[in-house]
T-cell receptor, first 111, second 116 residues
Framework: DQQVKQNSPSLSVQEGRISILNCDYT??????FLWYKKYPAEGPTFLIS?????DKNEDGRFTVFLNKSAKHLSLHIVPSQPGDSAVYFC??????????FGPGTSLSVIP | DTGVSQDPRHKITKRGQNVTFRCDPI?????LYWYRQTLGQGPEFLTY????????KSRLLSDRFSAERPKGSFSTLEIQRTEQGDSAMYLC??????????????FGEGSRLTVL
């Protein structure tokens, strides 16, 4: 069973516009939700996270929103830049257990 | 460079051979994870260690896979009698568990396995 889902395999956005990446989860026990970014031939790198007790976390151009009732989170990138083109993985964990990753969304930011 | 390092970066082997991957985590990190990633998928959990103790192994993982972290530092992942379905990127990650696991992992660049 896939506990973390990303239903959009790919997304294209014009440079300067907003990128919105979505993620759904099924396990209500998750304590932390994270986004990782991955460039080709590199390992994933941590981007931003949010605790389950919050509904928003912002770090520069990146904001993550959490809707616990809907078991949904999203990553907003504003403004989008060509260097943001990468695969973005949504991930989740409990405070005592392993991290579960979604299948990823490939973002292309078009100059 | 004090990041997570993995060796080898690429391995091509024939079906039925054994392969071993090594991971050196960030030195002060007490948790070490192994994940596997195939094309179009996210990292799939294989196993993880807290210091030298293996805390969990994925139930999807064949008995042909074994991992060790003998002194709580580096780790090895061995695949015996490789099959073509084992072809994937094997990712190692480490983290510092100070009582609360926030999920922030530091990944290596991965070891790509191709089984012919």
């Amino acid at each position: 069973d896939q506990q973390v889902k990303q239903n959009s395999p790919s997304l294209s956005v014009q440079e300067g516009r907003i990128s919105i990446l979505n993620c759904d989860y099924t396990n209500s026990m998750f304590d932390y939700f994270l986004w990782y970014k991955k460039y080709p031939a590199e390992g994933p790198t941590f981007l931003i996270s949010i605790s389950s007790i919050k509904d928003k976390n912002e770090d520069g151009r990146f904001t993550v929103f959490l809707n616990k009732s809907a078991k949904h989170l999203s990553l907003h990138i504003v403004p989008s830049q060509p260097g943001d083109s990468a695969v973005y993985f949504c991930a989740a964990s409990t405070s005592y257990d392993k991290v579960i990753f979604g299948p990823g969304t490939s973002l292309s930011v078009i100059p | 460079d004090t990041g997570v390092s993995q060796d080898p970066r690429h391995k091509i082997t024939k079906r039925g051979q054994n392969v071993t991957f090594r991971c050196d985590p960030i030195s002060e990190h007490n948790r070490l994870y192994w994940y596997r990633q195939t094309l179009g998928q996210g990292p799939e959990f294989l196993t993880y260690f807290q210091n030298e103790a293996q805390l969990e192994k994925s139930r999807l993982l064949s008995d042909r896979f074994s991992a060790e972290r003998p002194k709580g530092s580096f780790s090895t992942l061995e695949i015996q009698r490789t099959e073509q379905g084992d072809s994937a990127m094997y990712l190692c990650a480490s983290s510092l568990d100070s009582g609360t696991n926030t999920g922030e992992l530091f990944f290596g660049e991965g070891s790509r396995l191709t089984v012919l």
